[in-house]
Nanobody
Framework: QVQLVESGGGLVQAGGSLRLSCAAS????????MGWYRQAPGKQRELVAT???????NYSDSVKGRFTITRDNAKNTVHLQMNSLRPEDTAVYYC???????????????WGQGTQVTVSS
């Protein structure tokens, strides 16, 4: 059984910073892409940032220059450093990972349960 567990959400004032972390656990052969998505009330879930297994990042335009995604392949973790936070960044943030359970198998999509980030103005 694979689990993704997020941590690090909370309440912060506009202009502040938060760091989100996500750890994947279970019987994992390899992890391709890892990333973060978010969903604000009444809106669809949207991409925030992803990072490949070779650490190539990809950011949505709305967070580029403010957020930094990193990962530790040895620990199966991904982090999102969020700086210069804005009220419009308020959302539930979800960790996502493409995980291969066996070396000969395809990768499957896994999601964490989400962590709330609230930015006050």
């Amino acid at each position: 059984q694979v689990q993704l567990v997020e941590s690090g959400g909370g309440l912060v004032q506009a202009g502040g910073s938060l760091r989100l972390s996500c750890a994947a656990s279970g019987s994992i052969a390899s992890i391709a892409f890892m990333g973060w998505y978010r969903q604000a009330p009444g809106k669809q879930r949207e991409l925030v940032a992803t990072i490949s297994s070779s650490a190539w990042p990809n950011y949505s335009d709305s967070v580029k220059g403010r957020f930094t995604i990193t990962r530790d392949n040895a620990k199966n973790t991904v982090h999102l450093q969020m700086n210069s936070l804005r009220p419009e960044d308020t959302a539930v943030y979800y960790c996502n990972a493409d995980i291969r359970l066996r070396v000969w198998d395809r990768a499957y999509d896994y999601w964490g349960q989400g962590t709330q980030v609230t930015v006050s103005s």
